[in-house]
C-alpha cells in the first residue's frame, strides 16, 4: 500500500465501518507504521480492497489485538480485510486468506482475528469456519460483541 491508495482504502473502510472500525489519513498512517502489512488486493488488474495485519509485539493499541497478545507470544493478527462485493464468491478471499496464512507461518505458530457477532457477519463467520478458524473468546469493544477466532497454523 502506497500514499496514493490512502483514499481507496479510506473510501473500502468507509464502506465497511460498521463491520471495522472508523478510519481517517491519520490512522491509517498510525496504522501502517505499526503494521506487519498493509496491502491492496487486485484481481485481474484491477484494485478491489485491502488487508492489514499486525505480527506479536505491534504497539497496536487494538483491544481485540491485546487480547490476543495476552494470550499468544508468538502470532499474526489480521486486522482489517476488505474486498469489493463485485468481487465476492470468486476466490479473491481464498488467495488473499492463502497468502496470509503463509506469512502467518513464519510469525509465528497462530493466526487471529475478530468477526463481528453483533451486528452478525454470517458469511465471514462462515468463511472462517470453513477455514478452520475456532473461536476461543468474545469480547466487547466500541459498541461491537466480536468472536476472536484462531487458526494454529504449524
Not at 10 to 34: G, I, K, M, Q, T
Not at 84 to 103: C, H, K, Q, W
Amino acid at each position: 500500500m502506497t500514499p496514493a491508495d490512502h483514499a481507496a482504502v479510506l473510501s473500502w473502510n468507509e464502506a465497511n465501518v460498521e463491520l471495522l472500525s472508523p478510519l481517517d489519513e491519520a490512522r491509517l498512517a498510525e496504522l501502517l507504521a505499526w503494521s506487519d502489512l498493509g496491502a491492496v488486493i487486485g484481481h485481474q488488474g484491477v484494485d478491489v480492497g485491502f488487508v492489514l495485519t499486525f505480527a506479536a509485539g505491534s504497539a497496536y493499541d487494538s483491544t481485540n489485538y491485546r487480547w490476543f497478545a495476552d494470550r499468544n507470544p508468538a502470532f499474526l493478527y489480521l486486522d482489517r480485510v476488505v474486498v469489493d462485493p463485485a468481487v465476492r464468491r470468486s476466490g479473491v478471499a481464498t488467495r488473499v486468506y492463502d497468502a496470509i496464512e503463509a506469512r502467518a507461518r513464519s510469525r509465528g505458530p497462530v493466526m487471529c482475528l475478530e468477526v463481528n457477532l453483533d451486528p452478525p457477519n454470517e458469511p465471514s463467520l462462515a468463511f472462517h469456519h470453513r477455514r478452520g478458524y475456532l473461536e476461543v473468546g468474545q469480547e466487547e469493544a466500541q459498541g461491537h460483541l466480536v468472536s476472536l477466532l484462531e487458526k494454529q497454523l504449524g
